[in-house]
């Protein structure tokens, strides 16, 4: 069974420049999440996604941030423009539903820094 | 409001020697509970989880962890460490309707050969 993929590993940009991250869930997968990991911390949750719907973006600044999942599946997490504290490794996830008793699998994570 | 502390933030051990990370959670209602580890470069992999039943849970690795109620508490217990078990290990908590992962800072465990 494949992993959730993501890409790309690892993007350098300046601040204020745009940047967009690309996350595959494992296959029937219905939940999505992004987390951002900020060095020395535990993950943060920036958006779920059910199917193709939001559950929670609480957390998302949405000035800057912005997530879509079209068509239930793939995912895009992007920030425009970047400011330096965004400097962290983004985390995409994927469970095979909702409920917080099913176990989320991880992809590698993009790492991110903004100079 | 829910929370998860790891009180330990560094830990060093030696290879063959016993291993516990604490963690304490705050939760009104009965947690789920999870134990992730993450090597460098690599996604968060879960160790085990506690949602009910037996409070001594077993995992991969060679991992357990014991739910204790009156404590708040869900400790990670490995009985000999390896020099591969180095890494950061979080403890979670699914708090709220949705069960919304509430993650503690993390351990960073060393192993010495």
């Known amino acids: 069974e494949a992993g959730v993929a993501q890409s790309p590993r690892y993007k350098i940009i300046e601040k204020r420049q745009s940047v967009a991250f690309w996350c595959n869930p494992i296959?029937?997968?219905?939940?999505l999440y992004w987390y951002q990991q900020i060095l020395g911390q535990g993950p943060k949750l920036l958006i779920q996604f059910q199917n193709n719907g939001v559950v929670d973006d609480s957390q998302l600044p949405k000035d800057r941030f912005s997530a879509e999942r079209l068509k239930g599946v793939d995912s895009t997490l992007k920030i425009q423009p970047a400011k330096l504290e965004d400097s962290a490794v983004y985390l995409c996830a994927s469970s095979t539903r909702s409920t917080g008793n099913t176990e989320a699998f991880f992809g590698q994570g993009t790492r991110l820094t903004v100079v | 409001a829910q929370s998860v502390t790891q009180p330990d933030i560094h830990i060093t051990v030696s290879e063959g020697a016993s291993l516990e990370l604490r963690c304490n959670y705050s939760?009104?209602?009965?947690?789920?509970l999870f134990w992730y580890v993450q090597s460098p470069g690599q996604g968060l992999q879960l160790l085990l989880k506690y949602f009910s039943g037996d409070t001594l849970v077993q995992g991969i690795k060679g991992f357990e962890a014991e739910f204790k109620r009156s404590q708040s508490s869900f400790n990670l217990r490995k009985p000999s460490v390896h020099w591969s078990d180095a890494a950061e290990y979080f403890c979670a908590v699914g708090a709220g309707n949705n069960r919304k992962l509430i993650w503690g800072l993390g351990t960073s465990l060393a192993v010495n050969p």
């Open positions: 939760y009104g209602a009965t947690p789920y």
């Open positions: 296959s029937g997968h219905a939940t």
